[in-house]
């Protein structure tokens, strides 16, 4: 059994953590068929985006990874990789529905990875950045792994909204309060937050040196 903080549900971030593998998977499998990598690289790196975050985050807390006691979580990046390999076409004239999705399982992941450092006696720094590094980890490696500067690290609103959901479960837990809706919560502020910058294009500043100059208004 998967320890989690007093008065989360286990089965709840159970089917969490697997829905927000799927998503993660998605968009792993999307970014692998776009770079006209074969079947099995489509799966490898469905399997990166969606698992990698989490491995990172069991290591640094010092447990074996969750992922390889469970295969469920194998199951859903396959699932997914074979989704991306075989419906691109249609996953791509939904794209605004792949964010939806990937937005998604940003809120989900940010909290049942905040929630399981808590599990295991973390402090709330630890617990706020392994919420963010469970999220946002897979991507990291897979636009290293395609030979890319890392999205979150250069655009977009990404990490910056897996950090606020992590924190509102953080900063609950140790208010003392563990109910579930806290979770709820966290998940939903990292989600609009997410949706907020993709809608208005935001994303944290540039060094000022490396800004370009606005051109004039006429």
């Known amino acids: 059994m998967i320890p989690v903080p007093h008065g989360f549900d286990v089965t709840l971030l159970l089917w969490l953590n697997l829905a927000g593998t799927f998503t993660f998977g998605l968009s792993g499998g999307l970014a692998a068929v776009r770079a006209r990598l ?24 010092g447990v074996p990874p969750s992922t390889f006691r469970d295969w469920h979580y194998l199951a859903a990046v396959g699932a997914a990789g074979l989704v991306s ?3 691109r076409p249609a996953l791509e004239r939904r794209w605004r529905l792949v964010q939806l999705f990937d937005a998604m399982g940003l809120a989900l ?9 808590l599990a295991f006696g973390l402090g709330p720094a630890q ?7 469970s999220s946002i980890g897979g991507g990291i490696l897979r636009d290293v792994l395609l030979r890319q500067v890392p999205t979150v690290l250069r655009q977009d609103l990404y990490a910056v909204p897996a950090v606020l959901g992590a924190a509102v479960v953080t900063i609950a837990h140790e208010a003392g309060a563990t109910h ?21 294009g935001l994303s944290m500043p540039l060094a000022p040196s490396e800004r370009r100059d606005e051109p004039p208004a006429d």
């Open 38 to 61: 074969d079947l099995f690289g489509v799966l490898v790196l469905a399997a990166v985006v969606g698992l990698a975050g989490g491995i990172t985050r069991d290591l640094l807390i």
């Open 109 to 117: 992941v940010c909290v049942t990875g905040a929630s399981r450092a």
């Open 127 to 133: 617990a706020i950045i392994l919420g963010a590094i």
């Open 180 to 200: 579930g809706a806290f979770a709820v919560l966290g998940a939903g502020l990292c989600f609009g937050t997410r949706l907020l910058g993709i809608h208005r």
């Open 85 to 87: 390999f075989f419906g």
